[in-house]
T-cell receptor, first 114, second 112 residues
Framework: NAGVTQTPKFQVLKTGQSMTLQCAQD?????MYWYRQDPGMGLRLIYY???????DKGEVPNGYNVSRLNKREFSLRLESAAPSQTSVYFC?????????????FGSGTRLTVV | QKEVEQDPGPLSVPEGAIVSLNCTYS??????FMWYRQYSRKGPELLMY????GNKEDGRFTAQVDKSSKYISLFIRDSQPSDSATYLC????????????FGKGTKLSVKP
């Protein structure tokens, strides 16, 4: 099925460990996004990539890095995980920057940092 | 004050009821207003999209935007147990590079 695929679906990390969350879309979308969702906080934008080769910070970028590997793939890296990064992470894509009616979300990665 | 405010609920209604979900916002630059539905352990999916003020209807769902009051609503008629989910409002405006600002979400439960 066409859409946004995130891996892994679940992960438990120890404080200080690093990991990369993977995201791939097969809809030929230009723009991709990483959000985190916390209870009582809603979805917050971490980083986004308007097009291949560009990345920009969102609302909560501290502690994260991203790589737009190619048009299909956008990864999120936690260099030194902290308990405050326990969250559900969602990747999304849209055909173009600013096409707000065309966001497609992945099913999420549930990360626990202990 | 957060840019988008949404009552988190939870909201529980009997099957067949009319449901009203609401969000308020403070940024007058918002022009695009969306409602997303999120089932448990799934990603959000776009339900309704409205540009500027006015109403939009799609089956049992009606979205309303009142820019003068900075207030948006989603109405669900003849609610069904399958409507049980968390409903997120989202907004965007000129120059935001497509970045959506989300409300916290309202958890809805429709009881048979």
């Amino acid at each position: 099925n066409a859409g946004v695929t995130q891996t892994p679906k679940f992960q438990v990390l120890k404080t200080g460990q690093s990991m990369t969350l993977q995201c791939a879309q097969d809809m030929n979308h230009n723009s991709m996004y990483w959000y985190r969702q916390d209870p009582g906080m809603g979805l917050r934008l971490i980083y986004y990539s308007a097009s291949e080769g560009t990345t920009d910070k969102g609302e909560v970028p501290n502690g994260y890095n991203v790589s737009r590997l190619n048009k299909r793939e956008f990864s999120l890296r936690l260099e030194s995980a902290a308990p405050s990064q326990t969250s559900v992470y969602f990747c999304a894509s849209s055909e173009a920057e600013g096409q707000v009616d065309g966001y497609t979300f992945g099913s999420g990665t549930r990360l626990t940092v202990v | 004050q957060k840019e988008v405010e949404q009552d988190p609920g939870p909201l529980s209604v009997p099957e067949g009821a009319i449901v009203s979900l609401n969000c308020t916002y403070s940024n007058s630059a918002f022009q695009y207003f969306m409602w997303y539905r999120q089932y448990s352990r799934k990603g959000p999916e776009l339900l309704m999209y409205t540009y500027s003020s006015g109403n939009k209807e799609d089956g049992r769902f009606t979205a309303q935007v009142d820019k003068s009051s900075k207030y948006i609503s989603l109405f669900i008629r003849d609610s069904q147990p399958s409507d049980s989910a968390t409903y997120l409002c989202a907004m965007s405006g000129w120059g935001s590079q497509g970045n959506l600002i989300f409300g916290k979400g309202t958890k809805l439960s429709v009881k048979p």
